[in-house]
């Protein structure tokens, strides 16, 4: 069992920045691989970034890349998402999520927390 617990959102004007914090608990959290989502109003939930088990390697969706950075301090078991220059088409609800198995699903998610951004 892993529980993730996202904390960080909030209301930011358009070019402002915010930084995102999911704090795990249970499974060791330095064997895997950790993500963030985020869920628009009237929209699917889409990716936004993976990180791997040792933070070595850094995955991006398109829209965010050069925004927005993933990292994790598995001494305090937590991942972050800097995100920085932020437009009004990144409010939504934000997500972590644990990946158990390398290129499995995501088998555990947090509550999620609500980032909104102004115009």
């Known amino acids: 069992q892993v529980q993730l617990v996202e904390s960080g959102g909030g209301l930011v004007q358009a070019g402002g920045s915010l930084r995102l914090s999911c704090a795990a608990s249970?499974?060791?959290?330095?064997?895997?691989?950790m993500g963030w989502f985020r869920q628009a109003p009237g929209k699917d939930r889409e990716f936004v970034a993976a990180?791997?088990?040792?933070?070595?390697?850094?995955w991006y969706a398109d829209s965010v890349k050069g925004r927005f950075t993933i990292s994790r301090d598995n001494a305090k078991n937590t991942v972050y998402l800097q995100m920085n220059s932020l437009k009004p088409e990144d409010t939504a609800v934000y997500y972590c999520?644990?990946?158990?198995?390398?290129?499995?699903?995501?088998?555990?998610w947090g509550q999620g927390t609500q980032v909104t951004v102004s115009s």
């Open positions: 999520a644990a990946q158990l198995e390398y290129g499995g699903e995501y088998d555990y």
């Open positions: 249970g499974r060791t959290f330095s064997s895997y691989a």
């Open positions: 990180i791997s088990w040792s933070g070595g390697s850094t």
